[in-house]
């Protein structure tokens, strides 16, 4: 079966530092894997995909993420942090059946 | 132009009555999807229909059923409301694996379920 962990359910970092969002996969078969973002009261959005091609994926609002098999992670970063991006991240590994599998989800707050 | 609606958005009721919430995509996709948001911003699958063909049902209750009439929509009834079942719910679709295509999933704006 499929899982995800995201280590940390709450992050918090100064507007203009370096953010880090964990986010470690298990499967038997190459994954699919996602970041989605939720603002407050609002929908999912997707932040950006890894689908077995770049190994470093770039997204939307300057995120990315780096696929490391031999670590079984997929962690989410940004250079500099704004207060826009206070959010909850979502991690998530996509299985054979098309259905996503989330994280608990990890809070980021920016400190001015 | 919205691609995934639902409605209500908000949706207060007492406990032991039936309601529906009902989701609508434009974006020609194939597949679609219910999920649910506990209060511990937690987020599971329980539905996915494929073509109107229900192709996920996850561990959930006979009270909660979907029905696709179409492959644009999907709706989710739930009778006799527990507690417990007070949570956001998700509409969410995608195109179908088979056309090529990796299964991205866009999501609807969701609807909070609060049971009195």
């Known amino acids: 079966a499929q899982s995800v962990t995201q280590l940390g359910s709450h992050v918090s970092v100064s507007e203009g530092a370096l953010v880090l969002l964990r986010c470690n996969y298990s499967?038997?078969?190459?994954?699919?894997l996602f970041w989605y973002v939720q603002y407050p009261n609002q929908g999912l959005q997707l932040l950006l995909k890894?689908?077995?091609?770049?190994?470093l994926v770039k997204g939307i609002n300057g995120f990315e993420a780096e696929f490391k098999k031999s670590e079984t992670s997929f962690h989410l970063t940004k250079p500099s942090a704004h207060m826009s991006d206070a959010a909850e991240y979502f991690c998530?590994?996509?299985?054979?059946?098309?259905?996503?599998?989330f994280g608990t989800g990890t809070r980021l707050q920016v400190f001015p | 132009d919205t691609a995934v609606s639902q409605t209500p958005k908000y949706l207060v009721t007492q406990m032991g009555n039936d309601k529906s919430i009902k989701c609508e995509q434009n974006?020609?996709?194939?597949?679609m999807y219910w999920y649910k948001q506990d209060s511990k911003k937690f987020l599971k699958i329980m539905f996915s229909?494929?073509?109107?063909?229900?192709?996920i049902n996850e561990t959930v209750p006979n009270r909660f059923s979907p029905k696709s009439p179409d492959k644009a929509h999907l709706n989710l009834h739930i009778n006799s409301l527990e507690l417990g079942d007070s949570a956001v719910y998700f509409c969410?679709?995608?195109?179908?694996?088979?056309?090529?295509?990796?299964?991205?999933?866009?999501f609807g704006p969701g609807t909070r379920l609060t049971v009195l």
């Open positions: 969410a679709s995608s195109q179908d694996r088979t056309s090529g295509y990796y299964n991205e999933q866009f």
């Open positions: 499967s038997s078969v190459p994954p699919y």
């Open positions: 890894y689908t077995s091609a770049a190994t």
């Open positions: 998530a590994v996509s299985d054979l059946n098309d259905k996503l599998i």
């Open positions: 974006l020609g996709h194939d597949t």
């Open positions: 229909y494929n073509n109107k063909e229900l192709i």
